[in-house]
């Protein structure tokens, strides 16, 4: 099994910044396959932004130029630090881990940007 524990969100401004953390333990021993996703209400749940052990990062439209994924293997934790928040990032945000063809999910952390 694995867990994923994510911490760092809140309220902020539009304009502001947080970084998102999300920890891992359990039978994982690689950031490889790990991403951010969130849903904001009435939303389907859609994909932030994942990372590779090499480094390799891709990310939605919507949050490129503005946020950036990073991982540190040996702690098996991995960043999201969120620049230029808007108002339409409000969501919960989940870490996913996906090895072969299980997936595993955070809690959730709430981000809310006010206008």
């Known amino acids: 099994q694995v867990q994923l524990v994510e911490s760092g969100g809140g309220l902020v401004q539009a304009g502001g910044s947080l970084r998102l953390s999300c920890a891992a333990s359990?039978?994982?021993?690689?950031?490889?396959?790990m991403g951010w996703y969130r849903q904001a209400p009435g939303k389907q749940r859609e994909l932030v932004a994942t990372?590779?052990?090499?480094?390799?990062?891709n990310y939605a439209n919507s949050v490129k130029g503005r946020f950036t994924i990073s991982g540190d293997n040996a702690k098996l934790t991995v960043y999201l630090q969120m620049n230029s928040l808007k108002p339409e990032d409000t969501a919960v945000y989940y870490c996913?881990?996906?090895?072969?063809?299980?997936?595993?999910w955070g809690q959730g952390t709430q981000v809310t940007v006010s206008s």
């Open positions: 359990g039978s994982i021993f690689s950031i490889n396959g």
């Open positions: 996913k881990y996906t090895r072969g063809l299980s997936d595993y």
């Open positions: 990372i590779t052990a090499a480094g390799w990062r």
